[in-house]
């Protein structure tokens, strides 16, 4: 089989043009790799043409807790990391699976992916001070650095829950190595 779909898909971060290599080579008699690509897909951007983006949605949450200050009393925060870990697909019991934790890696590395792109591509997020002049390339990548630290290391251990999030810290480490080679000692591991 030609895996050089499964390598343009996972780089592709389009939706749309994902979704179309996706439909190409999938065929009916599905592969165990493909329904959990397609069981991916509809988690990530639902059933039909692709709106939103449900993982980078989450990404959101996660720095947005990982930002918050309060003391957690109830556990809503934890409770709202636990919903953030199923919405992935961070379930246990599916990561007992080797070929569906390889798969959603990759998907999770595609997030990150999107996440950088639309962060270097953000006027707000690369320019200084009220808009007025843009950042180094150094200073754009330390940025881009610091959120995902803030995502995927700093909020899991703020909610005492790193081993529910460990493939995503994973995934984050990979996209970040792939679009910043020898850049990863920017990164805050906790």
Same mark, same amino acid.
């Given at each position: 089989?030609?895996?050089?779909?499964?390598?343009?898909?996972?780089?592709?971060?389009?939706?749309?043009?994902?979704? $179309?290599?996706?439909?190409?080579?999938? @065929?009916?008699?599905?592969?165990?790799?493909? =329904?959990? !690509? *397609? +069981?991916?897909?509809?988690?990530?951007?639902?059933?039909?043409?692709?709106?939103?983006?449900?993982?980078?949605?989450?990404?959101? $949450?996660?720095?947005?807790?990982?930002? @918050?200050?309060?003391?957690?009393?109830?556990? =809503?925060? !934890? *409770? +709202?990391?636990?919903?953030?870990?199923?919405?992935?697909?961070?379930?246990?019991?599916?990561?007992?699976?080797?070929?569906?934790? $390889?798969?959603?890696?990759?998907?999770?590395?595609?997030?990150?992916?999107?996440?950088?792109?639309?962060?270097?591509?953000?006027?707000?997020?690369?320019?200084?001070?009220?808009?007025?002049?843009?950042?180094?390339?150094?200073?754009?990548?330390?940025?881009?650095?610091?959120?995902?630290?803030?995502?995927?290391?700093?909020?899991?251990?703020?909610?005492?829950?790193?081993?529910?999030?460990?493939?995503?810290?994973?995934?984050?480490?990979?996209?970040?190595?792939?679009?910043?080679?020898?850049?990863?000692?920017?990164?805050?591991?906790?």
């Amino acid at each position: 089989m030609d895996n050089a779909w499964i390598i343009a898909f996972y780089k592709e971060t389009d939706p749309v043009k994902r979704l $179309e290599l996706l439909k190409e080579n999938t @065929g009916d008699g599905e592969s165990e790799e493909d =329904k959990y !690509r *397609k +069981q991916l897909w509809v988690a990530r951007h639902g059933k039909r043409t692709p709106v939103k983006d449900e993982f980078m949605r989450c990404l959101m $949450e996660m720095k947005y807790l990982a930002e @918050g200050t309060t003391v957690d009393l109830g556990g =809503k925060r !934890r *409770k +709202q990391g636990a919903k953030i870990a199923a919405t992935l697909g961070l379930s246990e019991s599916l990561l007992q699976e080797k070929v569906y934790k $390889e798969i959603l890696l990759q998907e999770l590395q595609n997030v990150f992916l999107k996440f950088i792109e639309v962060s270097r591509g953000g006027r707000a997020f690369t320019s200084l001070v009220f808009g007025m002049g843009q950042m180094s390339e150094e200073g754009v990548t330390k940025k881009i650095a610091q959120q995902i630290s803030m995502i995927a290391f700093h909020a899991p251990h703020l909610l005492h829950m790193e081993k529910e999030f460990g493939l995503l810290q994973e995934a984050a480490l990979g996209a970040f190595r792939q679009a910043y080679p020898n850049r990863e000692h920017f990164l805050k591991k906790q």
